[in-house]
């Protein structure tokens, strides 16, 4: 899949989405933290991960990727990490 | 030098009250299960396709540390000297145990023998393994090193129950502390003997024993304080509070009890490993000592009892007498 600017838009739609209400009115740049500015805690993290998958149609785990959730601080570090996994997966596609 | 100072040097003075070694060899998969459960009810709710064997799987790829080299690990970058190890007794209540309590409890010796310098180990025993649990207690004490009582009530006991008794003469003698779980839990063991106010009756019959209530900042917060405030031998810890960090993440939870006047009975803990999917041991430490953290208006002698100097306080004179 190409990693283009439409990619990044998908996934910043794919964060907005898992954002709790009462942080829904935070601009979200590469540089907003998860837990301090949008509330993603470890359940929110996962969310994003499943919607993830569901998106592209891949199973994560099932590719062999080790996904270190904790390690996830910023949304730049989640576009990196989305990137770095589609670029491994030539057959992934939208669904 | 501050707080913030020592998490920057090599000399970290941080003691974290409330950690568990991050091996199924000591939580039992029908525990770990039961609480996932719950994951998968709020994730489902949202329509996102989850099963729980996968959240499972997530689960216990952060149960990899049966040595706890990964915890040493996350100890030096996130400032913290020493980590409690606690060893909570499932096997009598949960039958899926992988080893025996005592099996358990040479574990976490081999484990405080490796990391000599930053671990203590409380072990826990269910009192329902009569004499032999009571042995073992003592064993541990006089012979192990490990230097507090661990107590788990919903695996179905009254911290009160005279059968505990014996374990907290123990503790008497040995000037060691008991720290008890308070609140809820996996779904697979009884919330309803995880109030705080159980241990009153203990706490009153053994005046010389230390009580901490774990979660306390999280959990029956307003009874635990009562306890804290009006009983000399109860103190309580805050791990868990990174559970409330998804809607509050500045951690009011802590920055509320440490308003209360009671810090010199409040403990800094974490629950490693149980928020490892949610970050690192020193994330959990900057949401408290950061900029504009949750214990920011306390001032640097408050701070350091709540950091390290309670908790110190509370192993030192077990320490003492074992000398």
Redesign the interface.
Known sequence: MELDAKFDERIMALIAEAV?G?FKKTKITMETSL???L?????????LV??FE?LFGIDI?QMGI?VN???L?TVGDIMGVARDIISKVPLAREV | MTIMDDRRTETPRIIDCHCHIASEDHTPRSFIEGSVANMVVALSAQGIPVNARKLTTMFLSKMQDPLGDGLVTEMAEGGIRKSVLLIADFTFALKDCKLTIEESFAKHLEVLRRHPDKFEVFGGVDPRWGKDGLALFERSLVEFGFRGFKVYPPCGFSPSDSALFPFYELCAFHHVPVLLHIGPTSPVLDFSISSPFLIDEAARLFPTVNFILAHGAVSFVEECVMLCRFRPNVYLDISGYQATLGYDPAASAVKHIVSLGISHKVLFGTDFPVFRLQGEQKNFVEVLTGKNGALEELNERERAMVLYENAERLIKSAVAVAA
Not at chain 1, 39 to 47: F, H, I, N, T
Request: aromatic fraction near 4%; hydrophobic fraction near 35%.
């Open positions: 709790p009462k837990q301090k500015e509330g993603l805690d470890s359940l929110g993290m996962l969310s499943f919607r569901e785990a080790d959730i904790a390690k601080k």
